[in-house]
C-alpha cells in the first residue's frame, strides 16, 4: 500500500471511531502528555508547540489548557504564505497564542491556510524560534512499531522537526487504531522518538 491509499484507509478507520470513545481517548492522551512536562520554574518560563485539531485528530486542546495554567507558553503552527515560506524555508512557524485568545486566532481556526506576515499581529502572537521549544505535538496519520510517521503529506513537520533544539521533547499523539505494521518512508521522513496513543 503505498502512502495516499494508506492515508486515506487510516483516516476513514479514525473517523469511524465513536465520538465519545474519540474524546475520552484524547482526554486519556493529554493526561499522559501532562505527564511528560518538565515543572516550569528556575530554568525560565518553558514552551510547547501544539496544534488545533481538524475532524478525527486527536484534540490536545485539554493539555494546552493544562499546559498554559502550569505557567508554560503555548504556541501553535501557523502557515506561511508561498513568498514568506520561500524566504525561510518552512512552510510554517510557531506563534504563540495565550489560553484567552485561542478561540479567536485566526491561524488556529484556519490551520490549513496559509498567512502572510503582515496578517498577522506579531505583537499579539509572537513566532516562536524553534530552538526555543521545550516540547512539540505532533499530528499524524498513521505510524508503526519504529516511530515511523504518516503525515497529510505536505512534509511541514518533516522539515520543521529538523530545526527544533536537541534536548526539544517531540511526541506525535495518535489513537490506537492509527497504528499499522509498516508506514512506507522516504529518505526525508524522520521517525518520532516518542509516540503516545491510546
Not at 520561500?86 to 490551520?111: K, L, N, W, Y
Not at 524553534?130 to 519504529?146: E, G, Q, S
Not at 499499522?180 to 496513543?197: F, G, K, Q, R, W
Request: hydrophobic share 45%; aromatic share 6%.
Amino acid at each position: 500500500m503505498d502512502k495516499a491509499e494508506l492515508r486515506r484507509a487510516v483516516i476513514a478507520r479514525r473517523d469511524a471511531i465513536d465520538l465519545d470513545v474519540r474524546a475520552a481517548k484524547s482526554a486519556a492522551i493529554c493526561a499522559r502528555l501532562v505527564e511528560l512536562m518538565e515543572p516550569s520554574g528556575a530554568a525560565g518560563q518553558r514552551t510547547v508547540a501544539v496544534y488545533a485539531a481538524m475532524g478525527s485528530e486527536v484534540d490536545p486542546a485539554a493539555f494546552a489548557a493544562a499546559a498554559a495554567k502550569c505557567g508554560w507558553r503555548v504556541a501553535y503552527p501557523c502557515m506561511l504564505s508561498t513568498s514568506d515560506a520561500a524566504a525561510c524555508g518552512q512552510r510554517m512557524c510557531m506563534r504563540a497564542v495565550s489560553a484567552g485568545d485561542a478561540s479567536e486566532t485566526p491561524f488556529i481556526a484556519h490551520p490549513t491556510r496559509a498567512f502572510a506576515a503582515m496578517d498577522v499581529d506579531s505583537d499579539h502572537f509572537p513566532i516562536v524560534p524553534a530552538k526555543a521549544l521545550d516540547m512539540i505535538i505532533v499530528p499524524l496519520v498513521a505510524f508503526d512499531r519504529t516511530g515511523a510517521r504518516l503525515g497529510y503529506g505536505g512534509g511541514c513537520y518533516d522539515r520543521y522537526l529538523p530545526t527544533v533544539a536537541p534536548e526539544c521533547l517531540i511526541v506525535g499523539i495518535a489513537f490506537d487504531e492509527q497504528r499499522v505494521d509498516h508506514v512506507p518512508t522516504d529518505a526525508h521522513d524522520l521517525p518520532l522518538p516518542n509516540i503516545v496513543s491510546a
